[in-house]
């Protein structure tokens, strides 16, 4: 019993002391991020987008940084190449920013990575199909991420996951039979 408590307690600690950096206050905390294209009609294919966030201050004290990054990490939650996007302070009001850097898609789907503030992340997730019904913002200025080519699809989109999934079972079956007929057996008198 006693070394189910002690399991317990070094667990918690463990969680706790992982929880108390996740709980320090952000200087620049993300708000909300949407997409637009400079001319306010639906993305077609080679056309840059315009990537917006929009961000608020967590600490009444800290200045907006003049830069920050989106780092595009997956597409249709398949791991792609990462693309980087340099995002440039656009904007500020009070307590709340603007952020935007040009980023051309190379397919349309729904991409997803994270935005970074200093040390301080956040996961993002965009819809090249919905673009924002906003005023757009100004890109002749704004930083361009280098446009990539699709790397192709993975063998687990194409073929789905269940082979995979089969496949792991089947090792793990093996090692457990394997450890099964290992075992000693117990002879009765």
Not at 54 to 77: E, H, K, N, W, Y
Not at 161 to 176: D, E, H, K, Q, T
């Amino acid at each position: 019993m006693r070394r189910i408590l002690l399991a317990f307690v070094v667990s918690l600690l463990t969680l706790a002391s992982f929880a108390a950096p996740a709980a320090a206050k952000c200087p620049t905390c993300v708000d909300g991020v949407s997409v637009q294209t400079p001319d306010g009609q639906p993305w077609s294919e080679g056309k840059p987008v315009t990537l917006v966030v929009s961000a608020r201050r967590g600490d009444p004290d800290a200045a907006f940084p003049a830069t920050g990054l989106a780092v595009i990490m997956q597409t249709d939650r398949e791991r792609t190449k990462c693309l980087d996007v340099p995002l440039r302070l656009v904007s500020q009001s009070g307590d709340g920013a603007l952020y935007a850097g040009v980023v051309y898609p190379f397919r349309a789907a729904v991409y997803s990575g994270l935005v970074q503030f200093g040390e301080f992340k956040f996961d993002v997730t965009i819809d090249v199909n919905k673009i924002a019904a906003t005023t757009p913002v100004a890109t002749s200025d704004l930083p361009v991420a280098a446009p990539e080519q699709a790397t192709g699809e993975t063998l687990s989109y194409t073929i789905g996951a269940v082979p995979f999934f089969l496949i792991a079972m089947g090792f793990w079956s093996a090692i457990a039979l394997l450890v099964a007929r290992r075992q000693p057996r117990m002879r009765t008198a």
